[in-house]
């Protein structure tokens, strides 16, 4: 299976790119398009995904748009590194949970190579990080959408992003739990780690 592979440089508007991945995912349904992965910035977004609710908006002011992915709220922008797919899962197996697992892995394997340990919550989707004061931080938001065994969406991986922006709305309707990115985490160069997400996520949907 070829899948092809694209990295933009510059911000990408939500819209637009969730219009070209339900074209790919068209393409790929009728066998006229190869799988998927993307890699890009957003333009500054809120999106809820179809477990959203309303009141997990705090400032009603914000730039928001509804979804069809699986998850609540959450927030994209500049600093912030997301990784779309579009990918046939019925030449995988048909397995949405090994997808999700693999998802989850390319996260963890990655941050690992940058000497921070982060885990995944099947009860809290996304992966955490345990901050030195005890408190659990998100640092990647997982949200998928699967249409007649295509699945396409994926993760945003927190880099160097506006954490301020996640005190306007409830990040992922959990109220308990806080909101990180790398660089607050651990100073370091992360410029590599689009390669190392793609090489992690290839391995690791293979297996």
Sequence with gaps: MTIEIKKSVKPIKYKSAIDKLEDRLEQIKKNEGNELIWILEHEEIYTGGTSFNNNEILDKSINFVKTNRGGKITYHGPGQIVFYFVLDLSKRGKNIK??????????????????????????????????????????????????????????????????????????????????????????????????????????????
Aim: hydrophobic fraction near 40%; charged fraction near 30%; proline fraction near 1%.
């Design 98 to 207: 090994k997808l999700l697992t693999a998802i989850e892995k390319t996260i963890i394997d990655t941050l690992k190579d940058y000497n921070i340990t982060s885990f995944a919550d099947r009860k809290n989707i996304g992966i955490w990080f345990k901050n030195k004061s005890g408190k659990i931080e998100k640092i990647a938001a997982i949200g998928i959408k699967v249409k007649k065994w295509v699945a396409y969406h994926g993760f945003a991986l927190n880099i160097s992003n506006n954490l301020e922006v996640y005190k306007k709305i409830i990040p992922c309707g959990i109220r308990d739990r806080g909101v990180t990115n790398l660089k607050k985490i651990k100073k370091q160069n992360y410029k590599n780690i689009k390669n190392t997400l793609i090489k992690n996520f290839l391995q690791n949907i293979k297996n």
